[in-house]
Structures are given as C-alpha cells and as structure tokens.
C-alpha cells in the first residue's frame, strides 16, 4: 500500500511556520510590538479569512 505524501507535506509545512513565526517573535522588541507592528498585524486579520474562508485560498 502506497502512502500518500500530503499528510507529511502539511506537517513539515506547518512546522516550518510555526517555527519562522516563533523566530520572527523573538527577534522583535516587546517596545516594538507594541508600536505600529501590531497594527499592521492586527488589520490583516479580516482579510486572512476573507482569503480563508470566503475564497477558499483561491484566487477570486
């Protein structure tokens, strides 16, 4: 029985995420986050799920 490569695919890149967010995290100041930083990263949020859910990750 042949094993399919997505499930390992998806680990290696969900690690791989998780892992350069972490990195980024520890890099930047706590005085840093604190400033515009977040700002930016807060405003992307509603178009994250608008990508995510109401475009399914695709292209509109």
């Given amino acids: ?7 390992i695919l998806g680990i290696v890149a ?3 995420v998780v892992s350069a ?3 980024m995290s ?12 977040s700002l930016i990263l807060v405003a992307m949020v509603p178009m994250q799920m608008v990508i995510g859910l109401a475009w399914g990750s695709q292209h509109p």
């Fill in 21 to 23: 967010s972490l990195w």
């Fill in 1 to 7: 029985m042949k094993l399919n490569s997505q499930p």
């Fill in 26 to 37: 520890v890099l930047i100041s706590p005085d840093t986050m604190l400033t515009w930083i």
């Fill in 14 to 16: 969900s690690v791989f």
